[in-house]
C-alpha cells in the first residue's frame, strides 16, 4: 500500500517533466519565392555562393592576398575559432559523461561502517545519470557548436566584405587625389591666363580671385582624401592582423572591371546560405532543448557507485595484505526520485523565456536578412544605372572638349574656352570616380547579403553535400 501511495505521487511528476520535451518547430515566416525589387544584375547559375571566391573575378593579385591574409590571420576570425574550440569542448564534455566517473582512494581511514580499516587501498567507480537530461545536453551542445561554427562563417564573410570594400575605396581615393590635382593644374592655368586678360584691360580680375578660391578648396578636399588613404590602408592592415603601413599594388582603379554580374538565387535559397541565419536557427534549437534541460531536474537519476580493495584491518598502520586477506567491498544502486523541487519550476519558465527570445531572434534575423538582401539587389541596380549615366555624360564632354580642342588648334576658338571645357570634362571624371567606388562597393555588399565566399577553400565534396 505504501508503494502505491509514492506511485501516486512520482507519476505525475515524471509524466509532468517528460511533457515539457516538445519538439522543435521553426517559425512560420512566409518568404516570397520572387525579389521585389528589379534583379537584373543577377544571372541564374547552378554555382553554391558560399563556395564561390568571387573577388577573384577581379583579376587583382593585392586584392587575392589580402583576402587570403585576412582568412587566416584576423584577429575576429582567431577569436571566433576559439569559440568553435570551446563549444566542441562542451560538446566533448558532454559525450562523456556517458563513462563512468573512475577513482583511486589511497591513505588511512578510521571509519566504523568500514570495519576501522586502517591504510586503504580502493578503486571507487561511480555512475550517477539522468538519462532525460544527458540526452538533452548534448544535443543543446551539439546545436551550440553548429551555432558556434556559423558565426565563425559570419566573421568570414565580414571580414571579406570589409577587405573588399576597403581596398575599392583605397584604390578610389589614391584615383581621386590625381584627378583633383589635374582639375586645381586646369583652373590655376585658367586663373593665370584671366590675370593676363585682366591686365590687358579685356576683363575683370573678379573671375581670377573666384577660380584661386576653388583651387583653394580643392587643396583642403586633397586633405581630406591623405587622411581617406590613411584610414582605408590602416584598415585593410589591421583587418590582416599587420600594423599600420603601406599598401604596394600595381592596380589602378580606373581599370577595375565592375561590370561582370551578379549570381542570383532565389530568396529561399539566400536565407539557406547565409550564416546569421543558421546562427539564429541553431540558437533556436539549442534554446528549445534547453526547456527539457530544465524539465528533467524532476526525473529520475540513477546512482551506480561501488569501493573495493585492499586495507590494512583492525585498524592498523600496516600496508595493506597483497594477498587480499582483509579487504572492503561494498556498492549502492540508487534511485533518487525527486519528491519536491518547485525551485526547478523557475528553471523551466526562464528556458520557456529564453526560447521565447530566441524564437523572434530568428524571426526578426529573418526579416533583417531579407530586408538587407532587397535594399542590397536595389542599390545595386539604382547606381549601376546612374554610373551609366555618368560615364555617357563624361563621353558626352569628352567628345565636346575633343571638338573645342581642335578649334583652338586652328585659331577659331580661344584658350580661355578650351580649358573650361577641359575643367568640366574633369570634373565628370570625379563624378565617375565616386559613382564607379559607389556601384564597386553595392556588388561588395550584394555578395555579402547573398553569403558569397565564405566557404572558399573548403573541399569538392563539402561543397557538393551543401548542394545535395
Known amino acids: 500500500m505504501r508503494i502505491n501511495n509514492i506511485l501516486v505521487w512520482i507519476l505525475p511528476v515524471i509524466i509532468g517533466a517528460c511533457s515539457y520535451n516538445s519538439s522543435y518547430q521553426k517559425p512560420p515566416v512566409p518568404v516570397s519565392t520572387n525579389w521585389s525589387v528589379p534583379s537584373s544584375n543577377l544571372v541564374a547559375t547552378e554555382s553554391n555562393l558560399p563556395y564561390l571566391a568571387w573577388w577573384q573575378g577581379f583579376n587583382d593579385p593585392t586584392l587575392n592576398q589580402l583576402?587570403?591574409?585576412?582568412?587566416?590571420?584576423?584577429?575576429?576570425?582567431?577569436?571566433?575559432?576559439?569559440?568553435?574550440?570551446?563549444?566542441?569542448?562542451?560538446?566533448?564534455?558532454v559525450q562523456f559523461q556517458w563513462v563512468p566517473d573512475l577513482n583511486f582512494?589511497?591513505?588511512?581511514?578510521?571509519?566504523p561502517a568500514t570495519g576501522f580499516p586502517g591504510l586503504v587501498a580502493l578503486f571507487a567507480p561511480n555512475y550517477t545519470m539522468n538519462i532525460f537530461s544527458q540526452l538533452k545536453q548534448q544535443k543543446r551542445a551539439e546545436y551550440e557548436l553548429a551555432a558556434a561554427k556559423a558565426e565563425d562563417d559570419a566573421v568570414k564573410l565580414d571580414v571579406i566584405t570589409q577587405i573588399s570594400a576597403s581596398y575599392f575605396t583605397y584604390l578610389a581615393e589614391v584615383e581621386r587625389k590625381q584627378l583633383l590635382q589635374v582639375l586645381a593644374d586646369d583652373i590655376t592655368h585658367l586663373?593665370?591666363?584671366?590675370?593676363?586678360?585682366?591686365?590687358?584691360?579685356?576683363?575683370?580680375?573678379?573671375?581670377?580671385?573666384?577660380?584661386?578660391?576653388?583651387?583653394?578648396?580643392?587643396r583642403g578636399e586633397q586633405e581630406v582624401i591623405e587622411q581617406n588613404i590613411v584610414v582605408t590602408r590602416n584598415a585593410l592592415r589591421y583587418l590582416i592582423n599587420q600594423n599600420p603601413g603601406e599598401i604596394t599594388t600595381q592596380q589602378k582603379f580606373i581599370n577595375l572591371q565592375n561590370r561582370h554580374l551578379v549570381p542570383g538565387q532565389l530568396p529561399m535559397t539566400v536565407l539557406a546560405n547565409r550564416p546569421d541565419?543558421?546562427?539564429?536557427?541553431?540558437?533556436?534549437?539549442?534554446?528549445?532543448?534547453?526547456?527539457?534541460?530544465?524539465?528533467?531536474?524532476?526525473?529520475?537519476?540513477?546512482?551506480?557507485?561501488?569501493?573495493?580493495?585492499?586495507?590494512?584491518?583492525?585498524?592498523?598502520?600496516?600496508?595493506?595484505?597483497?594477498?587480499?586477506?582483509?579487504?572492503?567491498?561494498?556498492?549502492?544502486?540508487?534511485?533518487?526520485?525527486?519528491?519536491?523541487?518547485?525551485?526547478?519550476?523557475?528553471?523551466?519558465?526562464?528556458?520557456?523565456?529564453?526560447?521565447?527570445?530566441?524564437?523572434?531572434?530568428?524571426?526578426?534575423?529573418?526579416?533583417?536578412?531579407?530586408?538587407?538582401?532587397?535594399?542590397?539587389?536595389?542599390?545595386?541596380?539604382?547606381?549601376?544605372?546612374?554610373?551609366?549615366?555618368?560615364?555617357?555624360?563624361?563621353?558626352?564632354?569628352?567628345?565636346?572638349?575633343?571638338?573645342?580642342?581642335?578649334?583652338?588648334?586652328?585659331?577659331?576658338?580661344?584658350?580661355?574656352?578650351?580649358?573650361?571645357?577641359?575643367?568640366?570634362?574633369?570634373?565628370?571624371?570625379?563624378?565617375?570616380?565616386?559613382?564607379?567606388?559607389?556601384?564597386?562597393?553595392?556588388?561588395?555588399?550584394?555578395?555579402?547579403?547573398?553569403?558569397?565566399?565564405?566557404?572558399?577553400?573548403?573541399?569538392?565534396?563539402?561543397?557538393?553535400?551543401?548542394?545535395?
Open 277 to 468: 541565419m543558421q546562427l539564429a536557427e541553431n540558437q533556436l534549437r539549442a534554446s528549445n532543448e534547453g526547456i527539457g534541460l530544465a524539465a528533467s531536474q524532476l526525473l529520475p537519476t540513477v546512482q551506480l557507485d561501488f569501493i573495493g580493495g585492499p586495507v590494512a584491518g583492525n585498524n592498523a598502520y600496516n600496508f595493506p595484505s597483497p594477498l587480499m586477506q582483509n579487504a572492503v567491498d561494498f556498492n549502492d544502486e540508487l534511485l533518487k526520485i525527486p519528491a519536491l523541487k518547485l525551485s526547478a519550476l523557475g528553471e523551466i519558465d526562464k528556458a520557456k523565456g529564453l526560447d521565447k527570445v530566441s524564437y523572434y531572434n530568428y524571426i526578426d534575423t529573418l526579416q533583417k536578412a531579407l530586408r538587407n538582401s532587397t535594399n542590397a539587389l536595389s542599390a545595386n541596380y539604382r547606381l549601376t544605372n546612374k554610373l551609366q549615366q555618368t560615364e555617357s555624360a563624361q563621353q558626352q564632354l569628352a567628345k565636346s572638349y575633343n571638338l573645342n580642342e581642335r578649334l583652338f588648334q586652328r585659331g577659331i576658338q580661344s584658350k580661355m574656352d578650351t580649358l573650361k571645357s577641359k575643367i568640366a570634362l574633369d570634373r565628370i571624371q570625379i563624378n565617375v570616380n565616386q559613382d564607379k567606388l559607389q556601384q564597386l562597393l553595392t556588388i561588395v555588399n550584394l555578395y555579402h547579403e547573398l553569403a558569397g565566399g565564405y566557404k572558399n577553400g573548403e573541399s569538392a565534396e563539402v561543397a557538393e553535400k551543401a548542394k545535395g
Open 105 to 111: 582512494v589511497l591513505g588511512y581511514s578510521n571509519n
Open 67 to 93: 583576402i587570403e591574409s585576412g582568412l587566416v590571420a584576423n584577429n575576429g576570425l582567431n577569436m571566433s575559432r576559439g569559440h568553435v574550440e570551446a563549444a566542441e569542448g562542451e560538446l566533448k564534455k
Open 191 to 218: 586663373a593665370d591666363i584671366s590675370v593676363k586678360v585682366y591686365q590687358q584691360g579685356l576683363a575683370a580680375d573678379q573671375n581670377s580671385l573666384e577660380m584661386r578660391a576653388q583651387v583653394n578648396l580643392i
